[in-house]
């Protein structure tokens, strides 16, 4: 099906080039957007390219997909396509070869992750301009989609490099421009400047281990292609300059992925940055570091070195563990819903990292799978959060009590998605947690399904808090009388509630992708 | 021991300056202060790049002295990927001149210009083996090559007719012989440019942190009048806690 897009949609260009267009359409469009007068259009144009992204964003997946018929037919027609094998495209920038340039790589892991990424920054794009319009002021509005545009530049970037160098430019990239948007949120609550204070000096940080990191690894080895890290590394496992970096690399990343306990900068900047960038962030922002953490572990490091091993079942799984259950429970004594939400994502990192923890196919996949069922979900709950904000001003429990009468199609949806992570039958959120169970069981870790469990529970109690205020309650302020949030926001938003559906029936696609991903990755490192 | 400790002296000024820098970010209450401490743990890292791409004796990736002469006989093509080769072959073996480049005679040399030791024989024979390509760089630049001729210090003397010979062989015309000549005629040690080139990128990105942190701090300054962060901490804990006992008045008057 997603083969016809090379066959019949995508010009020759678009296949040869879709790499680096992907990333550099949106940070030429968002210097341009400097230009543009006024925030309607800078929408406009911001919905485009992110739409843009998606179109090359699916070029590069079909490629990735495409059996050799396919690739022969397009090789025939004399369209360039970077293949270097089956499955993996290559992309020399500036035609410079790959050791000595910069390359961008994209196999099954990378694929799905900037589909995953594209896709809801385009959807958030089209939802974008209700809340924006509402929470920034006009003369910044442009500027605004420049940073957002930035933002998600840097996420693609770091998504499709092959880099280790390039990897932390394209980090601090989205970095830089998030501490930006989330500031941005002073407008309507002073609080967003210091928590986008205390994200930089941590996110700083974050991203200077990496670099560490990264400058142990040159210093063992002599490149930053990712490709010869995985040809040299393996016979410098015993170095203890391979072994610092990887530490360094890890705890990097993991400030970046939230990782608990380097979680703390997170739930302040999703309470208080404007509502479209929490969503954005929330869909977004962890799931590129927690990709670039999974390709360190397996695609640069292989879990066949025994220092990587143990950092898995002493450090990783331990870690996520606490994750789920701490921030589970911090997530019940929240009385902000956004808080509530932001320290659930803590703790839904904590389930992927278990399953990344796992390094089995089964595990990663199941973990990935998680990573896009989260990203939906949690999209959805905060665009419902968006339009409650804009509609009713308060994100207190106690401003939501009674909503589902006032607002029930926006309250219906947040319902759906708060179900779905949950871990409800028939929902996305039930699929990928039955999958990890699964996971854990076949390892033998029956203490890690039992947590699993365990921290289902505590998200339905600090769920169900909120869903029984908005459906059980009456509304407390009489003034709220029947109003929905904007047509805008509710198409998006009922485009992730019934994605969330449609996955708890069927789990097929997303499914594939997390397996062909995972199989990707740990595939190239059980070559070693 | 001692030797041991004394040898890495940049590797304990990176840890000392990484620590200091950590301990400042994490435990100053000032913003700005906070800031200065991120700063230097930055700092500390491009001090650690900087060092892992450094040759002893080493110079900057440029052509200058008799480089300028070899590579005109040999051609433009090959310098950024030999380059790095050829400063990687050459480490080992002019390693043991370090001790001797000391800065201090080298800087009390230069401005006596009426005798200096190692320019005349330095230059001379290169001047005659390759005379047409060796007189405008000399008479250009005269202090480049002072500085060249002073860094790599006396081993270069050994090194001058070795090279010149690469580059006569080069002129004789055999192919191999000229690629040959162009790897190793670079006479001119100098350190691996890629760290440095990283670290540019690295400071881009540190300056442009540094530049949002200031414009955050000066926001957090006009929105709560100080850039103390306990303070701030207590100003929006009261705030919190005025608004919530606000609202339970307000319920109670409801109800």
């Known amino acids: 099906?997603?083969?016809?897009?090379?066959?019949?949609?995508?010009?020759?260009?678009?296949?040869?080039?879709?790499?680096?267009?992907?990333?550099?359409?949106?940070?030429?469009?968002?210097?341009?957007?400097?230009?543009?007068?006024?925030?309607?259009?800078?929408?406009?144009?911001?919905?485009?390219?992110?739409?843009?992204?998606?179109?090359?964003?699916?070029?590069?997946?079909?490629l990735v997909q495409a059996d050799t018929v396919t690739l022969a037919a397009l090789a025939d027609a004399g369209i360039q396509t970077n293949m270097l094998r089956e499955g993996v495209v290559s992309y020399a920038i500036g035609g410079w070869a790959p050791p000595v340039g910069i390359e961008f790589r994209i196999d099954a892991l990378n694929a799905m992750i900037l589909l995953l990424v594209t896709f809801i920054g385009t959807l958030a794009s089209v939802f974008s301009w209700p809340t924006v319009n509402a929470e920034i002021r006009t003369e910044k509005q442009n500027l605004f989609y420049g940073a957002y545009l930035v933002c998600f530049a840097g996420l693609a970037g770091v998504a499709i490099t092959g880099d280790a160098f390039n990897l932390f430019v394209f980090l601090e990239i989205s970095s830089i421009s998030t501490y930006v948007l989330v500031a941005l949120g002073a407008g309507r609550d002073r609080r967003a400047l210091p928590a986008a204070f205390n994200y930089l000096v941590m996110g700083t940080i974050g991203a200077t281990f990496y670099v560490i990191g990264v400058g142990f690894l040159f210093a063992a080895t002599g490149t930053l292609n990712m490709a010869d890290y995985t040809a040299l590394l393996p016979e410098l496992v015993g170095n203890r300059t391979v072994q610092a970096g990887f530490a360094f690399i890890i705890i990097g990343l993991g400030l970046k992925a939230a990782m608990w306990p380097l979680h703390q900068w997170l739930p302040n900047a999703y309470a208080y940055a404007p509502s479209f960038v929490t969503t954005f962030l929330a869909a977004t922002a962890t799931k590129v570091a927690l990709y670039a953490l999974i390709r360190f572990l397996?695609?640069?490091?292989?879990?066949?070195?025994?220092?990587?091993?143990a950092s898995f079942d002493w450090l990783i799984a331990p870690l996520a563990i606490a994750a789920m259950v701490a921030c589970s429970f911090q997530a019940v004594f929240q009385t902000d819903v956004r808080r509530t939400l932001a320290y659930s994502s803590v703790a839904q990192v904590g389930y992927m990292l278990l399953g990344v923890s796992l390094a089995s196919v089964f595990g990663v996949s199941a973990g990935l799978l998680h990573l896009m069922n989260h990203a939906l979900m949690k999209g959805g709950l905060f665009m419902a959060m968006a339009g409650i904000v804009l509609t009713y001003q308060g994100t207190t429990l106690r401003d939501f009590a009674g909503l589902g009468r006032s607002a029930p199609w926006t309250m219906t949806a947040f319902a759906i998605c708060a179900l779905s992570l949950i871990g409800v039958p028939l929902t996305a959120g039930f699929q990928s947690k039955l999958m990890l169970l699964q996971a854990t069981f076949t390892a033998g870790w029956w203490w890690a399904s039992g947590v699993i469990v365990f921290s289902s529970v505590l998200a339905v109690i600090y769920m169900g808090r909120i869903l029984e205020a908005v459906f059980f309650k009456a509304p407390e302020n009489p003034r709220k009388v029947r109003k929905e949030a904007p047509l805008l926001l509710l198409i998006p938003l009922w485009v992730l509630a019934l994605a969330n559906l449609w996955i708890g029936l069927d789990a097929s696609f997303p499914y594939d992708l997390a397996r062909n991903a995972a199989e990707a990755v740990i595939g190239v490192g059980g070559q070693q | 021991m001692l030797e041991f400790i004394l040898a890495r002296g940049n590797y304990w000024v990176i840890v000392a300056l990484m620590m200091t820098g950590l301990y400042i970010s994490f435990s100053a209450q000032n913003l700005i202060k906070r800031l200065v401490g991120l700063s230097v743990f930055q700092t500390s890292v491009f001090l650690f790049y900087i060092t892992l791409g450094k040759v002893a004796g080493g110079t900057a990736p440029i052509l200058i002295g008799e480089d300028l002469a070899g590579h005109h006989g040999a051609g433009h093509e090959e310098d950024a990927a030999h380059g790095t080769a050829a400063a990687g072959h050459e480490a080992p073996v002019e390693t043991p001149a370090a001790p001797?480049?000391?800065?201090?005679?080298?800087?009390?040399?230069?401005?006596?210009?009426?005798e200096p030791i190692a320019d005349p024989t330095a230059i001379d024979p290169a001047a005659e083996l390759a005379p047409d390509a060796v007189d405008p760089g000399h008479s250009d630049i005269p202090p480049l090559q002072g500085e060249d001729a002073s860094l790599m210090g006396e081993p270069l003397e050994d090194g001058v007719t070795e090279t010149s010979d690469y580059v006569l062989s080069g002129h004789d015309g055999a192919a191999d012989a000229l690629h040959q000549a162009a790897e190793s005629s670079l006479h001119s040690v100098y350190s691996n440019p890629l760290p440095h080139v990283l670290i540019l990128t690295a400071i881009v990105v540190g300056v442009a942190t540094l530049a949002v942190g200031l414009?955050?701090?000066v926001r957090i300054r006009e929105a709560y009048g100080t850039i103390e962060a306990d303070e701030v901490r207590n100003i929006d804990i009261d705030v919190a806690l005025e608004e919530e006992e606000a609202e339970d008045a307000a319920a109670e008057g409801a109800a």
Not at chain 1, 303 to 309: D, G, L, N, Q, R
């Open chain 2, 100 to 114: 001797h480049v000391e800065t201090e005679p080298v800087v009390e040399v230069d401005p006596e210009t009426g």
């Open chain 1, 1 to 62: 099906m997603i083969e016809s897009i090379l066959t019949h949609l995508a010009p020759a260009w678009a296949i040869a080039h879709a790499a680096p267009l992907l990333v550099v359409a949106p940070l030429v469009v968002a210097t341009a957007l400097v230009f543009v007068p006024s925030g309607r259009l800078a929408w406009l144009i911001s919905i485009l390219t992110t739409g843009a992204s998606l179109f090359f964003a699916l070029i590069l997946l079909a």
């Open chain 2, 215 to 217: 414009a955050l701090i």
């Open chain 1, 298 to 309: 397996f695609t640069v490091f292989s879990p066949a070195y025994t220092f990587e091993t």
